[in-house]
Every structure is written in C-alpha cells, then in structure tokens.
C-alpha cells in the first residue's frame, strides 16, 4: 500500500510514518523545510522524504516523485496557532484566523485536490486529522477560536469531500487524535503518540463500520460536530 502523510517530521506524523513502514507499506513522507525525526529513518528503502510546504502549490519535482497510485492520504499537518492567551475573544486578530485557517483546513483540501487524480479508485482512504476542539457540542469552555474554527470547517470540508467520493469508491474519514504529548499537546496529554496512531489506524481499517466524512475518535467513538 501506498501511503501518503504530510505534516510527517515530528510528532503524530511521524508516528504514523514509523507505524505504517513497520506495517511493511511504502510511505510518502512530507515536510515542510525541515526533516526532523525522517532523518533517523532514511535507510529505509520504503521512505520517501518530500519537501512541501503545504499551504502552496507543489512544484513538478514533488510531483514527479509521487507513485501513480495512493492507497491512503493522512492529512496530519497542522498548527494550534498562537498560544490560548492569544487566541482569547479580545486577543485574537484577523491575521491569525486567517493563517490557522489556511494551515489547518484550506492545505488539507489542496492536498486532495493535488493527489486526486493519484487515489485508487476503488479503494483509496482520505483521512483528515482535525480535533475534538473544533466540535461545538465539546466546546464548554470558550476560548481558543482561531484553532477551534479550523478545526470545526475541516470537519465540514472532510464530510463534503466524504459525499463528492463515495461514488469514485473513494473513502474519508475525520479523526480526533485524543490528547496526545506532543509540542502541540504538550506533556500534560493524557496518551502518547504510538497509542494515538495505533487507535486511528484502527479506525481507517474498519472505515467502512461508520458513515462516510464520520468524525471519530482514536478510540473508535462518534465525535458530534
């Protein structure tokens, strides 16, 4: 299987890059200028690194080095943007939504459109990382609203993509990683980055037990928008 992540140099990406090359699958790994934890791993004949700042358009290099067929695209990259103190209902500035925005949401959906004409058909699986933060119903504390919006439009963003590819045979999904220890997460998380993968490969191969552009959990369960 061909597996493509961006987002893949740090952290739950670069979980899932250990993850699916120890489950004996090719992995296109990509990021944005600086390869982190792949440099550890680049004597593996199933890694290939790529560069792509994904809030840009790829240059031909990029894509001539892609496979002609992508069984799963993890859209994983993402940014919280500045810390809770500035994303407060007095603090927050235009230029952050804006930017956490286009990170977090606007990259996931030109990544799809990019590699579309590359997913199997039938078969391929899009899922796109977003968060329980971006789910209204779970909003009991306010706060945090440029991660948040973003969050809550890929969800949005995921189930339309989910309607539009259901007739290709095309899969998607929107996983909630759960609290994880990671710079974003920060060590208070409640579970590592292995437990977390684990969890939502879990879900991507039982995909076809919840409706498609489904909001779920690491842990299998329903996250109401």
């Given at each position: 299987?061909?597996?493509?992540?961006?987002?893949?140099?740090?952290?739950?990406?670069?979980?899932?890059?250990?993850?699916?090359?120890d489950?004996?699958?090719?992995?296109?790994?990509?990021?944005?200028?600086?390869?982190g934890?792949l440099?550890?791993m680049q004597?593996?004949?199933d890694?290939?690194?790529?560069?792509?700042?994904?809030?840009t358009?790829?240059d031909?290099?990029?894509l001539?080095?892609?496979?002609?067929?992508?069984?799963?695209?993890?859209?994983?990259?993402?940014?919280?943007?500045?810390?809770?103190?500035?994303?407060?209902?007095?603090?927050?500035?235009a230029?952050?939504?804006h930017?956490?925005?286009d990170v977090n949401?606007?990259a996931?959906?030109?990544?799809v459109?990019?590699?579309l004409d590359r997913?199997?058909?039938?078969?391929?699986?899009i899922?796109?990382?977003?968060?329980?933060?971006?789910?209204s119903?779970?909003n009991?504390?306010?706060?945090?609203y440029?991660y948040?919006?973003?969050?809550a439009?890929?969800?949005i963003?995921?189930?339309?993509?989910?309607?539009d590819?259901?007739?290709?045979?095309?899969?998607?999904i929107?996983?909630?990683?759960?609290?994880v220890?990671?710079?974003?997460?920060?060590?208070s998380?409640?579970?590592?980055?292995t437990?977390s993968?684990?969890?939502?490969a879990?879900?991507?191969?039982?995909?076809?037990?919840?409706?498609?552009?489904?909001?779920?959990a690491?842990?299998?369960?329903?996250?109401?928008?």
């Amino acid at each position: 299987m061909n597996v493509f992540i961006t987002g893949a140099n740090r952290g739950l990406g670069l979980a899932f890059v250990s993850y699916y090359l120890d489950h004996g699958h090719s992995v296109y790994a990509c990021h944005r200028g600086n390869t982190g934890g792949l440099s550890l791993m680049q004597d593996n004949p199933d890694l290939h690194v790529l560069e792509w700042d994904v809030t840009t358009e790829p240059d031909s290099t990029l894509l001539e080095a892609l496979p002609d067929s992508i069984d799963l695209l993890i859209n994983n990259a993402g940014i919280y943007g500045p810390m809770k103190n500035g994303q407060t209902l007095e603090a927050v500035t235009a230029d952050t939504m804006h930017h956490v925005y286009d990170v977090n949401c606007v990259a996931p959906l030109r990544v799809v459109q990019t590699l579309l004409d590359r997913l199997t058909r039938p078969g391929a699986t899009i899922a796109n990382v977003s968060s329980k933060m971006g789910s209204s119903t779970d909003n009991s504390s306010g706060g945090t609203y440029a991660y948040r919006a973003a969050k809550a439009a890929l969800a949005i963003v995921s189930k339309s993509m989910a309607m539009d590819l259901e007739g290709q045979g095309i899969r998607v999904i929107t996983l909630h990683p759960g609290w994880v220890r990671t710079d974003m997460g920060g060590e208070s998380g409640l579970i590592d980055t292995t437990e977390s993968v684990s969890g939502m490969a879990s879900v991507i191969d039982d995909i076809d037990k919840y409706k498609p552009g489904a909001f779920v959990a690491f842990d299998g369960a329903i996250v109401p928008y």
